[in-house]
């Protein structure tokens, strides 16, 4: 098993010039229709509109706030505050990050 595994990532290298990485995804910010573009090595690219960025957004920062009055979860708040943060960094016009 292990050298089919080997001939596996020798071809991958060979391929992409660069070592196999589950977690290599790469994240593209469409300004003209405020979209995000996440291209996942395996599954080929997902869309997500402006419309979905937008729902996301509220869920989380809904649920920032009922953690912040009822105490619990602190963990999950953390998440939550995360993904508000990445999504902002994310969607922010390239001129404006610092």
Do not use: C, W
């Not at 991958?12 to 090595?41: A, T, W």
């Amino acid at each position: 098993m292990a050298d089919r595994e080997d001939l596996i990532m020798q071809l991958y290298k060979q391929s992409f010039g660069k070592n196999f990485n589950k977690y290599d995804i790469s994240v593209r910010y469409d300004s003209r229709d405020g979209s995000l573009h996440m291209n996942e090595h395996r599954d080929g690219e997902e869309h997500f509109t402006k419309a979905q960025i937008d729902a996301a957004m509220k869920y989380f920062k809904e649920n920032i706030e009922k953690f912040k009055t009822s105490g619990l979860e602190a963990s999950r708040k953390k998440v939550y505050e995360i993904s508000v943060a990445a999504i902002s960094l994310m969607t922010q016009p390239p001129e404006e990050k610092k």
